[in-house]
């Protein structure tokens, strides 16, 4: 979010760059995303040692292989609406609000956040969707281990693969209430307090 | 100085702002024609853009100051804005538009209390509204209420009527009259409208294409304007304030010095009482004093010539009949009516050219 509102409002030095950076994972096949993911944290891979090392952190292979992949193939897409939606706020309101006494923080909690409110919702549904669907990255950085990086996406691939149609067609439904869910919540949000 | 701005630069593409500047006056107008840069400055002023150059001080308070590189944040200035269309909150009610701008804390004065300055601005029926439910004029009024708590020490007015047409426009007038008149603030205000300078500026600053052209009292722009670009601008017009003696239909009579003249009464209030008298130059003819044929203009006036300014093809008299009247004559006339200081001539207006505007 904050990302998002620094690439709509202000003007940096590498804002190309880091826009261009964000973006990549929306263009790369998720695949390579997971094999870019898997050199840098794996095991011999600069990043992992240095977790493994400094903090004795595993990545690969693990839990936390699955959240990382998930959020790097989503972020793109929450930081892409939150752009979006804070440029949507007139930035005339938020100079009237300055002149009326109140300083940045204060304008940016009370008046650019609750006017791109609708925008960082579909974000975060867009984002959460994607993360639940991600498939490519999570399985080359997390593997299929049963019981320990087996996601939504995964275990339907995973039973479909051994015949168990009956279990995917369960996880077929958990997903399809989930993302329900996730859906009639932000439409429930973004209907509250509106006049 | 209440407001001053020395040496204020900016440059933005093809355009280029240069401004010095002193506004003492009770209102000061700002006026010019869209792209003259009034916006900027007025973002200038309220500290929502620095100004490559320059120093701006308010009431002696280094507000801007582009060299030692100052730039007080908007929030510490002290400038209440009303933009043209009023920039409410739309995600707040009214009540939340005036609580968020209320100073907490701060013993602010007894004048910018909510229930004082909703009750002068006629908005208490408000409060509990959704912006998105006001009127153009119920929006303003509130923009201007919540300027007005937020207990500024200079009102800054954006083209507030730019958004609303006639008969809206007629109808908020008195309440910025009110304002003027109750909060005594110094207000800035920026219009490409000469009827609303005239209502309510004491001095107008005209400006046109990022420079200050002319600065000065409001009749006196008008009246003698500082050259031609001015002119072309503004318009040339006497204005002079004057007493409503009665009505008759659409027309009034007024006395303005010691003359008095038939005007168009049907946008005035019907409480007016004093009026401003705006006669374009250009709808003044002079006849001389010697011929009084029978005509149909309802104001004949005798008078004497004061002053003759060449301005390219025209010429500008001045006469003195009761008050001063400006007439733009072209060369020729001049010179066929023999017309010198101190001729005696006769100027006819027509009644339909005589503007009466209400000055509360």
Redesign the interface.
């Known amino acids: 979010m904050a990302l998002g509102w620094l690439l709509a409002r202000r003007c940096w030095p590498g804002k190309a760059l880091v826009e261009t950076l964000v973006a990549l994972p929306l263009v790369i096949p998720p695949v390579a995303t997971g094999l870019i993911l898997l050199k840098l944290f794996g095991r011999r891979g600069p990043l992992g040692a240095l977790l493994r090392n400094v903090f004795g952190v595993e990545i690969v292979f693990t839990w936390k292989a699955v959240v990382l992949a998930t959020a790097v193939m989503s972020f793109p897409l929450l930081v892409r609406s939150a752009r979006v939606a804070f440029e949507e706020v007139p930035q005339r309101l938020e100079g009237v609000a300055r002149t009326l006494g109140a300083g940045p923080w204060r304008t940016f909690f009370t008046i650019s956040l609750p006017l791109a409110r609708r925008g960082l919702l579909a974000g975060g549904v867009l984002a959460f969707a994607r993360a639940l669907g991600e498939f490519g990255a999570t399985v080359m950085i997390a593997g299929m281990i049963p019981g320990e990086t087996i996601t939504l996406s995964l275990g339907i691939y995973h039973e479909v693969q051994l015949g168990n149609d009956n279990a995917a067609l369960v996880l077929l439904a958990v997903s399809v209430v989930l993302a329900f869910g996730a859906v009639a919540t932000s439409e429930w949000l973004l209907r509250r307090k509106t006049p | 100085m209440t407001l001053s701005l020395q040496g204020v630069r900016v440059k933005a593409g093809e355009f280029a702002l240069e401004i010095d500047a002193e506004f003492g006056g009770r209102v000061t107008g700002l006026f010019g024609i869209s792209g003259s840069g009034k916006s900027t400055l007025v973002?200038i002023i309220?500290?929502?853009r620095r100004p490559e150059a320059g120093v701006v001080t308010l009431f002696g308070e280094v507000l801007t100051d582009g060299v030692r590189g100052v730039h007080l944040?908007?929030?510490r200035?002290g400038?209440?804005?009303v933009?043209q269309d009023g920039?409410l909150?739309?995600?707040l009610?009214v009540e939340g538009n005036l609580r968020?701008?209320e100073?907490r804390g701060l013993a602010a004065e007894k004048v910018f209390r909510r229930d004082h300055v909703c009750g002068v601005l006629g908005i208490a029926d408000l409060l509990s509204r959704?912006p998105?439910?006001l009127s153009g004029g119920e929006r303003q009024r509130v923009a201007l209420a919540?300027?007005l708590v937020?207990a500024p020490r200079l009102l800054?007015l954006d083209e507030p009527l730019a958004a609303l047409d006639a008969a809206r426009k007629a109808a908020i007038l008195p309440y910025l009259q009110r304002v003027r008149d109750e909060f005594g603030l110094p207000v800035i205000y920026v219009s490409h409208v000469p009827q609303e300078m005239l209502a309510l500026c004491d001095d107008m600053a005209v400006l046109a294409e990022g420079k200050l052209l002319q600065h000065g009292p409001v009749g006196e722009v008008f009246r003698r304007p500082a050259n031609q670009e001015v002119a072309g601008i503004v318009g040339v017009e006497t204005v002079v304030a004057g007493h409503l003696l009665g009505g008759e239909g659409e027309l009034a009579a007024v006395s303005v010095g010691t003359a008095r003249v038939i005007g168009l009464a049907d946008q005035l209030p019907a409480d007016a009482h004093d009026v401003l008298v705006s006669i374009r130059a250009e709808e003044v003819l002079l006849v001389g004093a010697d011929s009084l044929p029978t005509i149909s203009a309802r104001n004949q006036l005798l008078g004497t010539v004061t002053s003759l300014v060449s301005e390219g093809a025209t010429v500008r008299v001045e006469l003195d009949c009761g008050f001063l009247l400006t007439a733009l004559l072209t060369r020729q006339a001049v010179v066929e009516l023999g017309v010198v200081v101190g001729s005696k001539v006769i100027a006819l207006i027509k009644a339909p050219s005589v503007h009466l505007i209400a000055r509360g």
């Open positions: 973002e309220a500290g929502l944040p908007p929030e200035r400038i209440g804005l933009p920039a909150f739309p995600h009610s968020f701008a100073r959704w998105a439910t919540r300027a937020s800054l």
